[in-house]
């Protein structure tokens, strides 16, 4: 079954006798966001291995023994696959052969209309997709609006006018500005636009601050697909590379307190000004994965690279890239 945009979240909150739930698209956020909404709905918890089994895609062969698994202590069994694609389509095949009644939720990137995976779980009686896309500009304004006034917060309209032309990218950008603007103005409060100078910074920022959380925490991919956003969307690779640096000094100050005694949550909580809720669990991450040698020469590799991309000749863009992805790598081997 093809789920219709307008009734996806109706699905989501009762997927009925639906065995097979892919969530794809090119915004990854909304995808991941349902994904785990939906898992924990079902399995009550997305700490109980008991009711919730998480795969990788390389452990697709996983699913019909799965499928067929009992959840301990009565309800249903969900399994949550991750970056799945068409290679995966005969695991899917043999669970859904089965008898069981577990829900599986898959995710993937943006499929096209050919992808067989993606027909196998709009055509399949037992089955259900539901694309994400990224919010198109005329619908920030609005989603943003509706989100502060949902938390109470009005909005001038030349400020939403001023924020709509700030926001980009997935929908956990707009997510998080939305976030932002409702702490900076309080209870009740009214957004100006000096109010949106002063919390929302220009085109690019959400996704740069991805793609440097990516990278710190040691997900290449991700951090490949946020570069790319914030550069698409306007982010210079200059200031990606800037702020990259201001995080790896704040890392730094963390990698200290935690050489004196501070476990890596308490040390995070440190900083100021205060990392953002969203933003926590891959600062935390990454403060368990550096160390202070490994943090100084990560911010002289950032120097020499932010010296090359004003050479004559350069391609910057694939300097700040190649820059993230080092660190990345660098990350994911320390984990």
């Given at each position: 079954?093809?789920?219709?945009?307008r009734?996806a979240?109706?699905?989501?909150?009762d997927?009925?006798?639906?065995?097979?739930?892919?969530?794809?698209g090119?915004d990854?956020?909304l995808?991941?966001?349902?994904?785990?909404?939906?898992?924990k709905?079902v399995?009550?918890s997305l700490d109980?291995?008991f009711?919730?089994?998480?795969?990788?895609?390389?452990?697709?062969d996983?699913?019909?023994e799965?499928a067929?698994?009992?959840?301990f202590?009565?309800?249903?069994k969900?399994?949550l696959i991750?970056?799945?694609?068409?290679?995966?389509?005969?695991s899917f095949?043999a669970a859904?052969?089965?008898k069981?009644?577990a829900?599986?939720?898959?995710t993937?990137?943006?499929?096209?209309?050919?992808?067989k995976?993606?027909?196998?779980?709009?055509?399949?009686?037992e089955?259900?997709?539901i694309?994400?896309?990224?919010?198109?500009?005329?619908?920030?304004?609005?989603?943003l609006?509706?989100?502060?006034r949902?938390a109470?917060?009005?909005?001038?309209?030349?400020?939403l006018?001023?924020?709509a032309?700030r926001?980009?990218?997935e929908?956990?950008?707009?997510?998080?500005?939305?976030?932002?603007?409702i702490?900076?103005?309080g209870?009740?409060?009214t957004?100006?636009?000096?109010?949106?100078?002063?919390?929302?910074?220009?085109?690019?920022?959400?996704?740069?601050i991805?793609?440097?959380?990516?990278a710190?925490?040691?997900?290449?991919?991700?951090?490949d697909?946020a570069?790319?956003l914030?550069?698409d969307e306007?982010?210079?690779?200059?200031?990606?590379?800037?702020?990259?640096?201001?995080?790896?000094s704040?890392?730094r100050l963390?990698?200290?307190a935690?050489?004196?005694?501070s476990n890596?949550r308490?040390?995070?909580?440190?900083?100021?000004?205060?990392?953002?809720?969203?933003?926590q669990?891959?600062?935390i991450?990454a403060?368990m994965?550096?160390?202070e040698?490994?943090?100084?020469?990560?911010?002289e590799?950032?120097?020499r690279?932010?010296a090359?991309?004003?050479?004559?000749?350069?391609?910057p863009?694939?300097?700040a890239?190649?820059?993230l992805l080092g660190?990345?790598?660098?990350?994911?081997?320390?984990?």
């Open positions: 079954m093809k789920v219709d945009a009734q979240e109706r699905f989501l909150a997927p009925g006798a639906t065995r097979f739930v892919l969530i794809y090119p990854t956020s995808v991941t966001d349902r994904a785990r909404a939906l898992a709905r399995a009550g109980d291995p009711h919730l089994a998480e795969l990788d895609a390389d452990q697709a996983r699913l019909p799965e067929t698994a009992q959840a202590g009565g309800g249903r969900t399994i991750r970056d799945v694609g068409d290679k995966q389509v005969p095949e859904l052969a089965t069981g009644d829900l599986i939720i898959a993937a990137g943006d499929l096209n209309g050919r992808s995976l993606r027909i196998l779980a709009e055509k399949h009686g089955a259900a997709a694309a994400c896309y990224i919010p198109d500009a005329s619908a920030r304004g609005p989603a609006e509706a989100a502060l949902t109470g917060i009005t909005i001038a309209r030349d400020a006018t001023l924020a032309g926001l980009g990218g929908s956990g950008a707009l997510a998080d500005a939305a976030e932002r603007l702490l900076y103005a209870p009740n409060g957004i100006t636009i000096a109010d949106i100078d002063a919390v929302l910074d220009d085109q690019g920022t959400a996704s740069m991805d793609a440097i959380d990516a710190l925490s040691g997900n290449p991919r991700a951090a697909h570069i790319g914030a550069i306007g982010a210079s690779p200059v200031a990606v590379l800037r702020v990259l640096l201001t995080e790896l704040g890392l963390v990698a200290e935690i050489a004196k005694g890596p308490d040390a995070v909580g440190l900083r100021r000004p205060p990392v953002f809720f969203r933003r669990v891959a600062v991450k403060a994965l550096w160390r040698p490994a943090i100084i020469a990560a911010i590799r950032v120097l690279a932010e090359d991309c004003k050479r004559t000749g350069s391609i863009e694939a300097i890239r190649q820059t660190l990345a790598q660098r990350a994911s081997h320390q984990a």
